[in-house]
């Protein structure tokens, strides 16, 4: 009997695996590989991808660097393909909505995409400033696709007076890194009191902030931009501070970190909001109540999904690595038997190129309270350091020092000890484990809030409550 | 052809940028900074500097010379 059922299961897979539908929302990174992921497990199925841009999948982190130096031409960064995926292309076409119910996924332009297992890898959109008659001003660029990137080289091609970037994160800081390279006057504004300190900390920070300001950078923290003023052809010319000080500039790049693109999910009744996707470490997507769904899967920048190493708190990754990897899971478990499942649960990396310093990472900075140098020289911004978190290793970051970081990689994976035994050479003088520096994570924010409602386990639920403003 | 370094793997040894100087370049010791699609005429060197990667981080597309163009 029970053979029977396992073997009529199997059967269904089989037979899902060779005449199914499978639909992928989001044509770039982790919607490609998960493409091409699905051929190699043996699906030969119906496979279509759908994506808002209309160019097929291209690379992105290039974008902020060779191709706004003028070396490779925005539309030169399209992803090598690692197999034939034989798949049905709507590019240029948003999903703007998810029906559970039927399996259909609705497309801008009004038809609707039938499947039996559905990928979403929809992604992030760069935010946008907050004021949209200043947002439209010629002249004020942001940076996350190809287009984006082809404008914002041009202006710079044209030798503006300055560029003002604000926002000191990656993106921020290496485009400021270009600019230099160009020998263009730059503006940095950072709110916080450092660059990079979300991802990294105030201690790192701090060295970030040397870095720019030795490239002559003109660097300001802890100040906001209140307003862009324009001339009257409607180009942008000046910015105002929060310190009252103002900023000649000709360009503007405003880097203001991401949004995740899960508005098509509303009122589908999957646990989508402004944190993501919820989903199992097998990337299965949760409905809105956190149970998991069998048909629906999530990749990429936008799963929000519970890491092991990190106390079961639910992560969102948006590193290159965890696209392809996520991918590669997402797809093998949309075609796979539950005991074959994989789990996709990465250490999470990520490099940035700035300054001429290669910045890298492995595990989740923030999760550290503490940092410790263990190796190098800050001074010769040539280093490694750990972040620890209550007595273990979490994190670590390197400058110039990447060939360390595997090392680090395996501490992290085996929860080892923090402060970590000290490296067998080039040991900084000073040792000690020192705080962070994070953020508080605890401000006030205004984002939409779950509700629970209903007694009965029958009614019991969640709902959204409606954002207040 | 298409071109695509992983940069998680990457470690700076630069091996890529003396088999393939026009493609490959490190920006202070250890940032690379490739171009993700160089022309037909540097494919040797190309498909020898990823053969030659230490940690494997460069992938050039096998699909033949011509892509799969998506039809949209």
Redesign the interface.
Known sequence: MIAATKEKVADVVATFKSTGRIVIVGASLAGLRAAEALRKEGFTGHLT?IGDE?E?PY?R??LS??VLKG???AD??????????D??????EAAVRLDRVNKLVHLAGGDQIPFDRLLIATGTRARQWFNPKEAALDGVYTIRTSNDAARLQEALAAKPGRVLVIGAGFVGSEVASVCRELGLAVTVAERASAPLVGALGGVIGKIAAEMQQDHGVDLRCGIGVKSLEGDDKGHVRRAQLSDDSVVECDVVLTSLGSIRNTEWLEGSGLAAGFWGVGCDAGCRAFDINGVVTDSIFVAGDIARFPHVLYEYQFLTLEH??NA?LGAAVAAHNMVSLEADRWPHLPLP???S??????I?SVGVCPFGEEILFTQGSVKER?FAAAYGHRGRIVAAVTF?H??W?DHYAAQIERSAPFPPPPAGFDRPRDMKPVPAEFPDPRVPTSLPTVILTGHDPTERGAEFQARLH | MRVVVDLNKCLGYAQCAFLAPTVFELHGEEALMYDPNPGDATRLKVLRAAAACPVQAILVEHLGDKDESPAS
């Open positions: 991808i209309a097929e690379d982190p290039p660097k060779q070396w490779v031409p030169h960064t399209k992803l090598p393909r690692v197999r034939e995926i798949a049905e292309w709507l590019l240029g290159w690595d392809v990396g990520f490099w190129g700035q300054f001429g310093v290669n890298k040539r110039n990447a060939k970081l």
